[in-house]
């Protein structure tokens, strides 16, 4: 007989017991709330100290102060102003004053902008800023299936960071080892974007930036040989889910029904949500970030150099709404709720520290811009005097 095995147990019962009454621990208040027919299982348990902090974090500020639309516009009084040109100048700067202090509360306008001068996209943040503001403008305008009219500002992501603290990016790390480790197919490793599980780790990449299928489950019970996915796509999957529960701080019962997770009639209305808000995630990331990485630094690029990129959290940071669901866009109709130009710079020929100004190659107006001459510059390509710039 090994006589071990009873003293591990009883060692092991011991800790078990120690690490639940010990000092310092203490089981969080829970608070459950039951979402669908009673015995299928549907309830949403939540952490209330936790819920309590995500309330604090996600407080919405208010606007500077209420801009008069009346008066001169932007684009008449400022140079290089390529987006936001038809504002009024009370809108313009006040715009600009909730951006510095969405994205830049510390560093101030000059994390945009060289002070000598304001007008030049010398400084790369500016010219990603402008970007930024198209895209935000976009998933507003064409993304209401998502966002609905809550909207989204640049406060929504940034909330006061230059960089918001929710990103994703190609991991590969740690390396494999070789010879039979060499390849682990993205697996047995703690996957940052996939709820630090040991799932693959960057099924991101498969669904946030490519299109790859998402649906693996099947209709029958037996295989058919109609559905041809296997258990590494319902892994990859499942790492997609991982990152879409922990970046809304809800579990699967938010959007499936537990009794019958595939089918559409009987799922909640969130489903159909997230079924947009992936989409439009993959929008973001391959209309808007992929193009800029010409102009991000290393320090703004994953280890694999590709940047920084969307998901889920960016945006939700925790909680199910952003920002609870209290819109900010309100404040900002005329900046960010409807379109300005959409046309696009191109990024390959940006200098950083030199690039004076980056226009795309019609500007608002769709004026061509002839070949060799950069607009707001004289005839010897030099940059025009100017008063103060924008985007």
């Not at 309330?55 to 008069?68: F, G, L, T």
Request: some cysteine; glycine content about 8%.
């Amino acid at each position: 007989m090994k006589l071990w095995i009873p003293f591990a147990v009883s060692a092991g019962t011991l800790l078990t017991i120690a690490s639940f009454v010990g000092a310092g621990w203490d089981a969080p208040p829970v608070e459950t709330e039951q979402i669908g027919y009673r015995g299928t299982g549907m309830y949403i348990h939540k952490d209330i100290e936790k819920e309590e902090a995500l309330r604090a974090a996600n407080i919405v500020p208010p606007a500077p102060w209420e801009a008069d639309p009346s008066g001169d516009r932007a684009g008449d009084i400022y140079e290089n102003v390529q987006i936001l040109g038809d504002l009024s100048d009370d809108q313009f700067n006040q715009f600009m004053a909730s951006i510095t202090e969405w994205v830049s509360p510390e560093q101030g306008c000059n994390y945009c902008h060289n002070p000598e001068n304001l007008a030049s996209d010398e400084v790369y943040t500016k010219v990603v800023s402008r970007r930024m503001i198209q895209m935000t403008q976009a998933i507003n305008v064409d993304w209401k299936a998502h966002v609905g009219e809550t909207g989204a500002t640049c406060y929504t992501c940034h909330r006061g960071q230059p960089v918001p603290a929710e990103y994703w990016f190609s991991d590969l790390e740690p390396k494999p080892a070789g010879n039979m480790t060499q390849n682990r197919d993205g697996q047995n490793v703690v996957a940052q974007f996939a709820g630090n599980s040991s799932l693959p780790q960057n099924a991101l990449m498969d669904y946030l930036l490519n299109d790859m299928p998402i649906r693996v489950h099947s209709n029958t019970a037996l295989p058919t040989g109609t559905n041809l996915a296997g258990t590494k796509e319902t892994e990859n999957t499942w790492s997609l889910m991982m990152h879409m529960s922990e970046s809304l701080g809800a579990n699967c019962l938010t959007c499936h029904n537990s009794r019958a997770f595939n089918d559409w009639d009987q799922s909640p209305p969130q489903r159909v949500t997230a079924w947009h808000g992936i989409r439009m995630t993959r929008d973001i990331n391959v209309s808007y970030m992929v193009g800029l990485t010409p102009v991000f630094p290393a320090n703004r690029k994953g280890p694999e150099g590709d940047v920084f990129k969307v998901g889920c959290a960016t945006c939700h940071n925790g909680v199910q709404k952003p920002l609870h669901g209290v819109s900010m866009l309100q404040d900002y109709l005329d900046s960010l709720a409807k379109k300005g130009p959409t046309e696009v710079p191109d990024y390959s020929t940006y200098e950083p520290g030199v690039t004076q100004i980056m226009a795309p190659q019609t500007l608002g107006s769709m004026t061509p811009i002839p070949s060799g001459v950069m607009p707001n510059t004289d005839v010897a390509g030099l940059p025009k005097a100017v008063g103060t710039a924008g985007n």
